[in-house]
């Protein structure tokens, strides 16, 4: 079926995190700076929707430039060979998002949980719409197998990656 409404994402509205347990004691929380992501519905209903969502790997930001610059090497995400991640939607209900997460060269279903805040008019007439997205996947999956081990035996870096994403769409004229 023919999806014929086109929504883009609103960037200053929209923040894609992730939050990861360090040393099983604390949580590192991170965000792309740079990403894209669009959607096709029909209509205003966004059940079946066509979404996609790209990110620069290079553009990740943990607040800490040395575990930042640990994250774009070959480590994890090797930045400089696998500029981008990506996801591409399988099937949409409403509450449950389903589809290809793709991380340097291994794609995976996932399945992410939504909710939707609903569509809303801004002062300068534009249709937007909101989510939040919430998910878990184990970056061992995606090869992001780097790991350490203190030496009172703790995990330096949780295999469990928890997803939280905020996102408003723009409606397009």
Known sequence: MNKNTKWSIDNTHSEIAFKVKHMMISTVTGH????????ETDGDDFNNANISFSAKTASI?????DRDNHLKSDD?????KYPELKFVSKSFDGEQLVGE???RDVSKIVTLDVDFNGIALDPYGQTKAGFEIKGEVSRKDFNLSWNAVTEA???VVSDKVKLVIDVQFTKQS
């Open 61 to 65: 930001n943990t607040k800490n430039k």
């Open 76 to 80: 994890f995400f090797n930045a400089e």
């Open 101 to 103: 997460l793709t991380i």
């Open 32 to 39: 792309f700076d740079d990403f894209q992501a669009s959607v």
């Open 153 to 155: 035996g703790s995990i």
